[in-house]
């Protein structure tokens, strides 16, 4: 395993984060979960009990588990949505992002416990600049923006810091 790569991808996750994040930003963690069995997903997602760095803050944790529809079995399916509004302090971001880059490896911090991970879609979402940020694993990331003239601009920015090449 090259952990020279793993060190870039940190890195370069960790600036992207903190270019669309400032500390006084709202925002919000958010966490999809699919199961096939509504009470075994309803359990709190262990993201916002080890990446929280106040225990208070697990007690805002909001949950919605919601049947996704098949034609064939209605009702089979679920997915549970947790979200937690917060501030970028609130979170152990640095540790969250790394569990999300190793999502396919053997790699820690890592979601879920021993030889049993699970891969829960992670969200950052900052309320006040309208945009979403998405890490699907080491590979890469997605950035969600209100609006295209937002998304220009945080091009332009990364292009300048070096994170993008033109």
Same mark, same amino acid.
């Given at each position: 395993?090259?952990?020279?790569?793993?060190?870039?991808?940190?890195?370069?996750?960790?600036?992207?984060?903190?270019?669309?994040?400032?500390?006084?930003?709202?925002?919000?963690?958010?966490?999809?979960?699919?199961?096939?069995?509504?009470?075994?997903?309803?359990?709190?997602? *262990?993201i916002?009990?080890?990446?929280?760095?106040? *225990?208070?803050?697990?007690?805002?944790v909001?949950?919605?588990?919601?049947?996704?529809?098949?034609?064939?079995?209605?009702?089979?399916?679920y997915?549970?949505?947790?979200?937690?509004?917060?501030?970028?302090?609130?979170?152990?971001?640095?540790?969250?992002?790394?569990?999300?880059?190793?999502?396919?490896?053997?790699?820690?911090?890592?979601?879920?416990?021993?030889? #049993?991970?699970?891969?829960?879609?992670?969200?950052?979402?900052?309320?006040? #600049?309208?945009?979403?940020?998405?890490?699907?694993?080491?590979?890469?990331?997605?950035?969600?923006?209100?609006?295209?003239?937002?998304?220009?601009?945080?091009?332009?920015?990364?292009?300048?810091?070096?994170?993008?090449?033109?």
């Amino acid at each position: 395993m090259n952990l020279t790569y793993f060190d870039k991808v940190y890195q370069q996750s960790l600036s992207i984060f903190h270019l669309l994040f400032d500390e006084k930003d709202e925002m919000f963690l958010a966490s999809n979960i699919y199961g096939a069995q509504k009470s075994r997903i309803k359990l709190k997602a *262990k993201i916002f009990d080890r990446y929280l760095k106040g *225990k208070e803050m697990r007690y805002k944790v909001e949950l919605d588990t919601l049947p996704i529809w098949n034609e064939d079995e209605p009702a089979s399916f679920y997915i549970s949505q947790f979200s937690l509004k917060c501030l970028k302090k609130d979170l152990a971001y640095h540790l969250l992002i790394k569990a999300a880059c190793n999502e396919d490896f053997p790699l820690k911090p890592r979601f879920g416990k021993g030889n #049993r991970p699970y891969y829960p879609d992670v969200y950052f979402i900052n309320v006040t #600049r309208n945009l979403i940020f998405f890490i699907y694993d080491d590979r890469g990331c997605e950035i969600f923006a209100a609006d295209l003239q937002s998304l220009n601009s945080l091009k332009e920015e990364f292009e300048l810091k070096g994170i993008l090449q033109p």
